[in-house]
């Protein structure tokens, strides 16, 4: 089993309150407002931490990802990117 599925069968035997926490950790670690990428629709809507929540509101424009350089793609085991436009890593493993 690699990392991110440890991760999310770790985190489904979490209660609602350690996951709401750790989502908001995950989120004060998110580096999309430092992306070439990410607009300012995006940051109207306080849109982040796509890895997690899925495909952006927005209508986005692909100009890079630094999402293999944030840290939650190392502490989660993270393997894809463009999750703004993508969608989350469980969608993008059909989980
Ligand atoms: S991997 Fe990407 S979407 Fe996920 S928290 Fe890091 S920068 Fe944000
Ligand atoms: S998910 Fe990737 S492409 Fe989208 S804003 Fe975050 S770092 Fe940039």
């Given at each position: 089993m690699d990392k991110f599925m440890e991760t999310a069968k770790k985190m489904e035997q979490m209660s609602p309150e350690a996951k709401k926490q750790m989502?908001?950790?995950n989120r004060s670690m998110c580096i999309c407002a430092k992306c070439p990428t990410y607009n300012s629709?995006?940051?109207e809507k306080?849109?982040?931490?796509f890895?997690?929540?899925g495909k952006s509101a927005c209508s986005v424009e692909?100009?890079?990802c630094i999402c293999p350089t944030c840290p939650v793609t190392?502490?989660?085991?993270?393997?894809h990117a463009y999750y703004c436009v993508k969608g989350s890593e469980k969608?993008?493993?059909?989980m």
């Open positions: 989502m908001t950790k629709c995006m940051k306080n849109e982040l931490l890895c997690s929540t692909m100009k890079a190392a502490m989660m085991g993270l393997t969608e993008l493993r059909r």
